[in-house]
């Protein structure tokens, strides 16, 4: 005996489930992954009871001050020059400088 049972299968809605499903593995995967560096870097950015992405942050900051540091006269100088430049074009600039070379 042959029994016919008839299927309906919603391919988008089967495809969607599927591309969910992938999606949120990757993301446990990485959330593993950055957990792990962040453990392996340093213990005191990251405490068991923390999110991760504090610990992430605290290492770009950390990051950041050491190149602010290490690099703050040539950052000082190009934001001097640029804002010399942006001032220059304006109105205001040009007339103080018309004004200082009359005199």
Do not use: H, W
Not at 7 to 13: C, N, V
Not at 42 to 67: A, H, Q, V, W
């Amino acid at each position: 005996m042959i029994i016919n049972i008839p299927l309906q299968i919603d391919e988008a809605t089967f495809e969607q489930k599927v591309r969910d499903d992938y999606t949120e593995s990757v993301k446990q995967l990485l959330l593993s992954k950055v957990d792990t560096v962040l453990k392996e870097r340093d213990n005191r950015y990251y405490r068991s009871e923390r999110d991760p992405k504090i610990g992430l942050e605290n290492m770009i900051y950390e990051s950041l001050d050491i190149y602010m540091n290490e690099c703050k006269d040539e950052i000082i100088e190009k934001a001097a020059d640029k804002l010399a430049e942006r001032l220059s074009r304006t109105k205001k600039a040009k007339a103080i400088l018309e004004g200082m070379e009359v005199k």
